[in-house]
């Protein structure tokens, strides 16, 4: 009686593995068994220090680069540094730079992005420091200075000075609703296909409320191989696309 009660356990436990491991491969987005911690995804990128190159495409488009690393700076910073250019359907193309430095629990000390245009001769360059919560601008076309200015880090106020300076209709910037919930950020382990098998990858998701905004690849190497956008833009390693 005991050797059956023993056997009959052992065959449901067998049985339950078995189809936990078959649902595991066949639908893995529903499975929590894959789940990681978000810090750890984000400290192996930061501690391994690799250079992550992505097209930018839209549709089957190709319209930029991106290149992005992510690295450690001393006992408790980190910084990322990114460059890259872009060219939108019916629009000039221009080539950005920039990086950011934040502290060990990666909140932001301050930051600089800079754009340029090649024609016309047009220079963007944005400086962000979170001590002061202020963020400071500046327009060149050509040597000339166009704009400056240092404003409060707040939703829109940039917006709405670099409409003033470029004479834009102000109406037509988006409103801020106010009360948008903090984006809600996942990682579990995924994979994904090659043009000769699958890579083994975790993938971290930025979300607003249920809907996913931006969802991103990493390799164990803590490189950045592959993100979806909800705007309808891809970003891709090449040597990794089907």
């Known amino acids: 009686m005991l050797y059956r009660a ?3 356990g052992i065959t449901g436990f067998w049985l339950v593995m ?7 491969e066949t639908h893995p987005e529903d499975s ?8 750890y995804v984000m400290r192996m990128m930061f501690r391994n220090g690799q250079s992550s190159l992505l097209n930018v495409r839209e549709g089957t488009t190709d319209i930029g ?6 690295s450690m700076t001393g006992s408790n910073g980190r910084m990322v540094d990114f460059s890259g250019s872009l060219a939108l359907p019916g629009q000039p193309a221009f080539s950005y730079s ?8 990666m909140r932001m000390r ?5 754009a340029a245009m090649r024609e016309p001769h047009y220079h963007l360059s944005l400086v962000g420091d979170a001590a002061s919560d202020t963020l400071r601008y500046e327009t060149r076309l050509g040597d000339r200075v166009t704009g400056a200015q240092t404003l409060p880090m ?12 470029l004479g834009l209709d102000q109406r037509l910037l988006p409103v801020n609703v106010g009360g948008v919930a903090p984006p809600v950020v996942t990682a579990r382990e995924a994979r994904i ?7 083994q990858v975790y993938q971290v998701t930025v979300a607003e409320g249920t809907a996913p905004v931006l969802d991103f690849y990493v390799t164990q190497l803590g490189q950045i191989v592959r993100a979806n956008t909800s705007f309808g833009c891809t970003l891709d390693a090449g040597y990794y696309s089907q």
């Open 18 to 24: 078995m189809a936990l491991l078959v649902r595991l």
């Open 65 to 70: 680069t991106l290149q992005f690393r992510p």
């Open 98 to 105: 920039g990086e950011v430095q934040m502290d060990s629990l």
């Open 6 to 8: 023993a056997m009959i």
């Open 32 to 39: 929590d068994i894959l789940a990681v911690p978000v810090p």
């Open 193 to 199: 296909a090659l043009r000769s098998g699958t890579l």
């Open 154 to 165: 707040e939703p829109g106020a940039v917006e709405r000075a670099l409409a003033q300076n």
């Open 110 to 114: 301050n930051f600089h992005v800079a």
